[in-house]
């Protein structure tokens, strides 16, 4: 049974930091390239970052380039976002997304980020 785990989520203040993780299990985790997604109140899921299943290659939404960073740990089977200069506009539920070609696709339940003073 594949299991993929947020956490790290919560309150933080504008120009903060968080770095959300994201655990998989009942996978071959270093197969699969790894996204984190999210989701604000009225609007669509949205592309955030992504890592290639070895973690040589990553991409950023334009939205969040220079600001956030996504790494893995094959070794321990999570991979994290790193999310300095936070702004209100960044809030929105967050979801790990775990992917591999021909229909294997494997998300998480979301961690909520909020960005308020």
């Known amino acids: 049974q594949v299991q993929v785990v947020e956490s790290g989520g919560g309150l933080v203040q504008p120009g903060g930091s968080l770095t959300l993780s994201c655990a998989a299990s009942g996978l071959t985790f270093r197969t699969y390239a790894m996204r984190w997604y999210r989701q604000a109140p009225g609007k669509e899921r949205e592309l955030v970052a992504s890592?290639?299943?070895?973690?040589?290659?990553?991409n950023y939404a334009d939205s969040v380039k220079g600001r956030f960073s996504i790494s893995r740990d094959n070794a321990k089977n999570t991979v994290y976002l790193q999310m300095n200069s936070l702004k209100p506009e960044d809030t929105a539920v967050y979801y790990c997304?775990?992917?591999?070609?021909?229909?294997?696709?494997?998300w998480g339940q979301g961690t909520q980020v909020t960005v308020s003073s």
């Open positions: 890592i290639t299943s070895t973690g040589g290659s990553t």
């Open positions: 997304n775990a992917h591999r070609a021909f229909g294997h696709d494997y």
